[in-house]
């Protein structure tokens, strides 16, 4: 088992010096959990060079596998399974080194070591068990009353109602998330005050707690849906640099 092991690797090994310079991973990097009892548990499994491999433990944790989970859109991590607990993968170990803070909205934004030099085998592939919410994909957004559709008042649609968000917490970090998910470049301001006029009821959120680095709203942390203590004179906003 050991030597088949060895030839593998090594082959990895003589395919990836003949192919050139390593190629950079797509980002996010595509990702998946299998061996699990649902999609939201199993062995991580990532897509590189066409070929789906593993990872193994030596750096995972908690902290990376909160990455995984909201990549996924399975709510946060409840546990970091090392030592192939979801049964041995097949293919390629692609990583063997892979540090996340926990608020990276994927794993392509982690650190991480050279792709295809693991040191370990499938025995240490590692796994993810999420609380399995699935948090809703592309929360949508729209930017009104504003000069063009990359500048303008957040409003965020739920519950078939179009509704705004309150300027309690708003900062730039939350407007650059905003201005990711719409494809319009960075944020330039996140004004409150309701400087793109008073929207309409409902007001959907008091505030939300972005870190900057958020593909979508949804990857946040949200207060409360529906509760708050303000009016729409605080209707946040957001101006883009509108890069459509």
Known sequence: MRLLYLQSHLGLLLYLSLSGPALAPPSPVPLRLAGGPGRCAGRVEVLYLHRWGTLCGHTWGLAEAQVVCRQVGCGPALSAPGGAHFGRGEG????????????????????????????CEHGADVGVVCAGV???????????????????????????????VCDDTWDLQDAQVICRQLGCGHALAAPGHAHFGRGADPI????????????????CQLHTWGEHDCNHGEDAGVVCTGEL
């Open 134 to 164: 699935e948090v809703e994909s592309q929360l949508q957004v729209r930017l009104a009353n504003g000069s063009s559709a990359c500048a303008g008042r957040v409003e965020l649609f739920r519950e078939h109602k179009w509704g705004t």
């Open 92 to 119: 390629p170990v692609w990583l063997d080194r892979v540090t996340c803070t926990g608020t990276e909205g994927h794993l392509g934004e982690c650190q991480v070591g050279p792709w295809g030099e693991a040191s």
């Open 204 to 219: 959907w959120l008091d505030g939300a707690h972005c870190t900057g680095r958020e593909q979508e709203l949804a990857q």
